[in-house]
């Protein structure tokens, strides 16, 4: 389903720097801000090209504390939790996590990067937590709206083989719905009324909530996303690892017809359920394009993310910056 960062690596050549610890008793404005990263299904918090992208954004803004968020202090722990635990449960663990680790509750806001299903789950820190508050969350490939269908996992992956048996026949049953991470996120619609199943409604663990798609609206959930100064949304312009694609940037497909609606022509946004259109009408809503398939990432893109998203809690003008950026 979602690639490791091995694949990462491949793309990112590793970049060797030591900046210095950062300390909330010397944070100034131009100090960048601390970053969290959360990685996908498959992968875990030590694998290289989680450490690659760490030591990238270090280069880039020196004395930038990182923490890759982690479920297990054994990495083979942490990759199995990607594949079985509880969501809400493991959102609460980071919630609480981040809270302890000083040089992240003493900073006046945080950066966070997710990818794949590990950006579904920083938004949920968003909505659920938020202390200390994000300021701009950047996900690449992440199943916003999330997934229709389950890809074919790589041979001798029998973690995966087995989550993905049970997920296809038995997808809302309680069981799963509380212990297989993928089920959590999955959701169908009614081909009828192009509108969210009464099944994923009822049953949903994680996705119908943190998307306040149930009857009574958290409004919790609907500010702290406005709050955001960004959320930046990459999505794969050959993925099909995700099903479909267009859950990257918050789209409707309809299963049968195959028809695309946009976030901005659906409830949730014109209705704003979630604080999207609060976010979007002060510019902090970003669609943006990646090459390649799912997961396959370059240095340069993640250098142009950083250089503009990330950095100085007060950060320079854009016309500052872009003599340095890759245009996508």
């Not at 950062?22 to 801000?33: E, I, K, N």
């Not at 919630?95 to 590990?118: H, N, R, T, V, Y």
């Not at 296809?168 to 969210?196: G, I, K, M």
């Not at 994923?200 to 409004?219: F, M, P």
Request: net charge negative; charged share 25%.
């Amino acid at each position: 389903m979602f690639l490791p960062s091995t694949l990462l690596a491949a793309t990112i050549p590793a970049i060797l720097a030591a900046p210095a610890s950062l300390s909330s008793t010397s944070r100034s404005s131009s100090a960048p801000l601390p970053l969290v990263i959360w990685h996908g299904l498959g992968d875990n918090y030590a694998a290289d090209g989680i450490s690659e992208i760490a030591e990238l954004a270090k280069s880039i803004h020196p004395g930038t504390f990182t923490y890759s968020i982690r479920l297990a202090d054994a990495p083979d722990d942490d990759r199995k939790a990607t594949f079985w635990g509880n969501t809400t449960e493991q959102i609460a663990k980071v919630c609480e996590d981040i809270s302890a680790i000083p040089e992240l509750s003493q900073a006046p806001a945080i950066d966070a990067l997710g990818f794949s299903q590990g950006g579904l789950f920083l938004r949920a820190y968003v909505e659920r937590c938020n202390k200390p508050p994000v300021r701009s969350l950047i996900t690449f490939g992440t199943p916003h709206n999330g997934i229709a269908d389950y890809k074919a996992c790589e041979d001798g992956d029998w973690l995966c083989k087995g989550a993905m048996a049970l997920l296809h026949t038995n997808t809302w049953a309680a069981w799963v719905q509380a212990r297989l991470v993928p089920a959590q996120y999955y959701r169908d619609v009614n081909p009828e009324t192009d509108s969210a199943s009464d099944n994923y409604l009822q049953y949903s663990n994680l996705l119908a909530d943190i998307n306040n798609e149930r009857a009574v609206k958290n409004a919790t959930y609907r500010d702290n996303i406005a709050s955001l100064e960004k959320l930046v949304m990459y999505k794969f312009d050959e993925d099909k690892t995700v099903v479909p694609p267009e859950s990257e940037w918050f789209a409707e497909v309809n299963g049968t017809t195959l028809e695309v609606y946009p976030l901005k022509d659906r409830k949730i946004y014109q209705e704003d359920w979630l604080g999207l259109k609060k976010l979007d009408e002060k510019g902090g809503l970003v669609f943006r394009t990646a090459p390649g398939p799912h997961m396959h990432i370059t240095k340069e893109l993640l250098e142009e993310a950083f250089k503009k998203y990330n950095g100085p809690a007060v950060k320079k003008s854009t016309s500052e910056l872009t003599g340095s950026l890759v245009s996508l």
